[in-house]
């Protein structure tokens, strides 16, 4: 089996993502989103500063937690698509995805001496709506179409790339292979509905070892993001293939996604909740050393997320 390297794996060594970063800049701090793409508000000053306090929270959370960081990035809708969507040449997409991972390089100068280990991944979306099928890509256009992003991140110096909220086995596939082929470590994001499956029918076990399969365990490591406790603790069975999963970034809340996007208003759960729950994951799933969060959540959730978590893990085997 694949023995993930990067981010190194290190005993009693635990990572902290980001929380819900597209929902706390539109919920929170009022900034639209066209399309989703977080990555134009580096063109408008003031959203620029509010993204530079979410950073630094989390990161603040880290560093008073003992946890190293990996920060993911902006530029989750910088793929060609949505980047001619947005009105963006591919060469002005590039710039911008350039942009991204300069904003992420300047936030870990300011923690180097207060966070140990810091890496900065781009992050890689779907090339259609994350919550559609998405059934008519295949692993060929997906490789074709990712490798477009991904070979900008490689340029920009990003350490690796996280792709998120994929339920499309055929395009994570696709992804998987285009990142091994480039050189780029890749995480591979997977997101489970109220069903603990995917969206497109296989069950988390069915996806994670038909991807690992078809791409020779080109991924670093898989993820389940944008999935509350609920939706994908169903989803383990014990099974070998539990060992290829190390992070977790939950959501918030247990509503069903769509109405989440749809709420307009931040659905933020119950922070301490949600920590307990984290703990009760890593206490299950000691193979997993990365978590963070997603919609919904912010720096109260990570807080409590890294405080239990990293208790649990305190504690005698």
């Known amino acids: 089996m694949h023995d993930a390297v990067f981010p190194p794996r290190e005993a009693g060594r635990l990572y902290l993502t980001e929380g819900g970063i597209e929902t706390e800049i539109m919920y929170k701090w009022g900034h639209q989103l066209p399309h989703f793409a977080m990555f134009t508000l580096l063109n408008d000053p003031d959203a620029t500063e509010d993204m530079r306090g979410i950073w630094r929270r989390y990161l603040q959370v880290a560093a008073e937690t ?39 390089r300047d936030l870990q100068a300011e923690f180097v001496g207060d966070i140990d280990h810091i890496y900065v991944s781009g992050t890689i979306g779907p090339r259609g709506d994350a919550y559609s099928l998405n059934r008519t890509i295949t692993a060929d256009e997906a490789e074709e179409y990712h490798s477009v992003q991904l070979g900008t991140l490689k340029a920009a110096g990003a350490d690796m790339a996280c792709a998120m909220t ?22 591979m994001g997977l997101t489970l509905d109220s069903s603990s499956r ?36 169903p989803a383990f069975n014990g099974g070998a293939w539990e060992q290829r999963i190390r992070c977790i970034r939950p959501n ?33 799933q000691p193979q997993m050393d990365i978590f963070g969060g997603c919609c919904g959540t912010d720096e109260r959730h990570l807080a409590e997320i890294a405080r239990a978590v990293k208790a649990q893990r305190a504690l005698p085997a």
């Not at 969206?199 to 070892?209: C, D, H, K, N, V």
């Not at 690992?212 to 898989?222: K, N, R």
């Not at 759960?269 to 009760?280: F, N, R, S, T, Y």
């Open 66 to 104: 003992g946890f190293s960081a990996l920060m993911t990035g902006l530029d989750y809708r910088a793929s060609p698509d949505w980047g001619a969507l947005l009105g963006y040449t591919p060469e002005g997409l590039a710039d911008m995805q350039h942009r991204c991972i300069d904003f992420l």
């Open 166 to 187: 994929f339920n499309n086995v055929p395009e994570a596939i696709g992804v998987s292979r285009a990142a091994h082929a480039l050189g780029v470590p890749l995480a």
């Open 252 to 284: 918030a809340s247990r509503m069903e996604k769509i109405a989440l996007c749809k709420l307009g208003h931040l659905e933020d759960g119950d922070p301490v909740e949600l920590g307990q729950q984290m703990a009760d994951v890593a206490r299950r």
């Open 198 to 233: 995917l969206a497109s029918g296989p069950s988390l076990q069915e996806a994670i070892e038909e991807i690992d399969y078809e791409t020779g365990h080109a991924p670093e490591y898989f993820l389940v993001n944008c999935s509350h406790p609920v939706e994908f603790e």
